[in-house]
C-alpha cells in the first residue's frame, strides 16, 4: 500500500511509524511544513491513566517513549496564595519538541520517509495513494478543503490563553489562581526537563480587556503577567515561543473518513488543554487506525470502520468531560469565595466523573480535611 500522512505532530508521527513497523514492504510518507527543530509551545503532560493505552499495547515503545520524562506524583492547586497538594495523581512530562524528535528517530528506524518543510496545499496529487491520513492538527487545512465531506463544527470558546516556558521548576503539576485589580489569572504550570516548566496562563477576555492586555504587544503582555505570578515565579522571567494570546477551538466532525481519506488526531477533534490529552487522544487514533488496517489490509472501508467503531464513543465522551472542565474555569469567578480546601475540592470534581469516593482514594487526608470542615458529601 502507498500512504501519504499530511502533518508531522504526534498524531501523524505515531500512525506512520506503527504502519510501517508491522507493514515493512508498504511505503509511508510524512508531509510535514515545518522544520524538524521546529514546534509551538513548551512542555505537554500526561497523566499515568492516559498514558495506560500504551503501556499496554506497546510494553518496549512505552519504555522508550517515557525514558525521559520527568514525573511527579501529586499536583497541587493554589488559591490565596495557599497551596493545597492532591496525591494519588500521577503525572509525566516532556518538551513537545523532546516527544516530536524522539518520534522521527522511531519513524526513520522504521523506515518512514518523513518530508520536513514540506507544506500540502493541495491533496489532489497526493489523493492518487492508497490512504491519506489527514493529521494536520486543530486548524486542518484539508479539513477546511473537504469541509462538505467531513462536515465539522466549532465551538469558540471565551477564554484567552498565552503559552509561556520558565526556568523555575514545579514540581508539581500546579495550578495557580492569582487574584488581581481586574480579575483572576491562572497559571498552568509543571517542571517538563531539568531545567524548564510550562506556564501556560489563562483568563477570562473581560479580565484581559480591563487589564489592557488587548492592546499590549507581546513583551508588555509577558512582562505584565510576569508581575502577576511574581510571587509564584521566584524572580524567574517568562519565556516566549511566539506566545502570543489565543482562545481554544473545539472541533468536531459528522464524518470521520472520506472516500480515501481519514481524519485523526487534532484535526479530527480537539480536546481541550486544560485536561492535558490531546496528544494521548491522537496517538490512541494512531493506534486504533492501525488496528483497523491490521484485521482489513485490503479492505479501507472496513478499516475506517473499525477505526470509528473503537474511537467515536470515548471521543465524544472526552469532549463532553472537556466542555465541562472549560466551563468551570470560564466561571472561575463565582468560585473565589470559597477557602482553598473547598475551592480545590470543587475543582477536582468539575468534571463529574470524580466521585467523593475516588477522591478518597486518592489522596484520604485531602479528604478528612475536607470533612472536618463540610462533612460527607454526596458522591
Ligand atoms: C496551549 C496548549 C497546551 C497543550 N498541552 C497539552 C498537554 O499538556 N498534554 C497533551 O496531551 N496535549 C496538550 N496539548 C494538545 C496537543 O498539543 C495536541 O492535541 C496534539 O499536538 C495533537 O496532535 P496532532 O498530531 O493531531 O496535531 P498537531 O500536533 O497540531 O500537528 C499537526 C502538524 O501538522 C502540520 N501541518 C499543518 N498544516 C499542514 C500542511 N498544510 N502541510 C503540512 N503540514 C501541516 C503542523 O505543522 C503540525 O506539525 C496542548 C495544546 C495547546 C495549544
Known amino acids: 500500500m ?13 500512525i506512520s511509524y506503527l504502519i510501517k513497523k508491522r507493514f515493512p514492504q508498504w511505503t509511508v510518507r510524512v508531509f510535514e511544513q515545518n522544520d524538524a527543530g521546529a514546534t509551538y509551545g513548551w512542555g505537554v503532560v500526561f497523566s499515568d491513566v492516559a498514558l495506560s493505552f500504551l503501556q499496554k499495547s506497546d510494553p518496549a515503545f512505552f519504555q522508550r517513549f517515557t525514558a525521559d520524562h520527568v514525573h511527579s506524583d501529586y499536583m497541587e492547586i493554589v488559591h490565596r496564595g495557599v497551596h493545597v497538594p492532591i496525591h494519588g495523581n500521577r503525572f509525566s512530562r516532556v518538551a513537545r519538541i523532546a516527544l516530536l524528535q524522539f518520534l522521527h528517530v522511531e519513524c526513520r528506524s522504521a523506515g518512514v520517509e518523513l518530508l520536513f518543510n514540506t507544506r500540502v496545499d493541495d491533496l489532489r496529487a497526493l489523493r492518487q495513494a492508497d490512504l491519506v491520513v489527514v493529521a494536520d492538527g486543530v486548524n486542518s487545512r484539508i479539513r477546511t478543503q473537504h469541509a462538505q465531506a467531513f462536515k465539522p463544527s466549532f465551538v469558540q470558546r471565551r477564554n484567552k490563553f498565552a503559552w509561556y516556558g520558565t526556568r523555575k521548576l514545579f514540581h508539581a503539576v500546579s495550578l495557580i489562581f492569582r487574584e488581581t485589580e481586574f480579575g483572576v489569572f491562572i497559571a498552568h504550570s509543571y517542571q517538563y526537563s531539568d531545567q524548564m516548566s510550562t506556564f501556560l496562563i ?5 479580565t484581559w480587556a480591563r487589564a489592557g492586555l488587548g492592546e499590549m504587544n507581546d513583551a508588555d503582555s509577558r ?6 505570578f511574581a510571587d509564584d515565579l521566584d524572580g524567574n522571567g517568562l519565556l516566549s515561543n511566539k506566545s502570543t494570546w489565543f482562545e481554544a477551538l473545539t472541533v468536531k466532525n459528522e464524518n470521520w473518513h472520506h472516500e480515501n ?8 477533534r480537539s480536546v481541550h488543554f486544560s485536561l492535558g490529552s490531546g496528544t494521548r487522544m491522537a496517538m490512541e487514533d494512531s493506534i486504533a487506525l492501525h488496528e483497523g488496517l491490521c484485521a482489513h489490509t485490503t479492505d479501507l472501508a472496513a478499516a475506517f470502520g473499525h477505526f470509528e467503531a473503537s474511537r467515536r464513543t470515548a471521543s465524544d465522551r472526552f469532549q463532553q468531560a472537556a466542555a465541562k472542565s472549560l466551563d468551570w474555569y470560564e466561571n472561575v469567578g463565582d468560585k473565589r469565595h470559597l477557602d482553598p480546601i473547598a475551592f480545590t475540592y470543587d475543582y477536582m470534581r468539575r468534571t463529574g466523573r470524580v466521585t467523593h469516593d475516588d477522591l478518597r482514594k486518592r489522596d484520604p487526608e485531602f479528604v478528612r480535611q475536607y470533612e472536618l470542615l463540610y462533612g460527607e458529601a454526596v458522591n
Open 2 to 14: 502507498d500512504i501519504n500522512i499530511v502533518g508531522g505532530g504526534p498524531g501523524g508521527l505515531f
Open 202 to 206: 489563562e483568563t477570562d477576555p473581560e
Open 223 to 228: 512582562i505584565f503577567c510576569e508581575k502577576v
Open 261 to 268: 481519506m481519514v481524519l485523526i488526531g487534532d484535526a479530527l
